[in-house]
């Protein structure tokens, strides 16, 4: 069985995105199509870093563990809110930290907003910056708008019939990704 690793990448007190990372995670469980863990950034507390993983001296002991965390997942979603049409300095801060754990890793893109355009601004934007990193980003995305009232607390989603619907897309897009990029290459 595959692993995903999720990504919550707001540390905002308050915030609705993670019920999302909640909601995804407990999705993958049910369905048995993937073990995943959800790597919270709101606990990893990093600073504000001045280089990347490969030119420090002494990594800390969390940057280790998020660097393996990465580079050992068949894949990753990144759930994000939008922030003033980007999406927040933790997650620009997290991704370049890393450069090779990105590299053909096959990522998932779910935004959130309060608003009524979920995070669509923010999509273009982390697109674009991990196919800088070279990351796979998959073509089929998950928005969800006015986030406050779509998933409670523990990843509850209130429209669960449609929820389940588009992640069954999602998912189904990403594991197909993740397949493609394992199997044999031809020379």
């Known amino acids: 069985m595959r692993h995903i690793s999720i990504i919550s990448s707001s540390v905002r007190v308050g915030r609705k995105s993670h ?9 993958l469980t049910e369905n048995k199509l993937a073990t995943s863990e959800i790597i919270d950034l709101k606990k990893y ?3 504000i870093f001045d280089g990347t993983l ?9 940057v280790l563990e998020f ?14 809110p939008e922030y003033n049409g980007g999406y927040p300095a ?9 450069y090779e754990e990105w590299r053909h890793k096959p990522v998932g893109i779910v935004t959130v907003s309060s608003g009524p355009f979920a ?7 982390l697109q674009f910056t991990l196919w800088k990193m ?34 069954a897309i999602f998912i189904k897009e990403l594991l197909w990704c993740i397949e493609a990029d394992k199997a044999p290459k031809h020379q």
Do not use: C, H, R
């Open 45 to 47: 507390n990093f600073p």
């Open 19 to 27: 019920n999302v990372s909640l909601y995804f995670q407990n999705y």
């Open 119 to 125: 995070g669509n601004q923010a999509l273009v934007s």
């Open 54 to 62: 490969k030119t420090m001296i002494n990594p800390a002991e969390n």
């Open 90 to 98: 933790s997650l620009k801060n997290a991704i370049d930290l890393l």
């Open 134 to 167: 070279m990351a796979w980003t998959i073509p089929a995305m998950f928005s969800v708008p006015t986030v406050d009232n779509a998933y409670d607390e523990n990843g509850k989603a209130l429209d669960k019939s449609n929820s389940d619907k588009l992640a």
């Open 67 to 80: 660097a393996d965390k990465i580079k050992s997942s068949d894949g990753i979603i990144i759930v994000t």
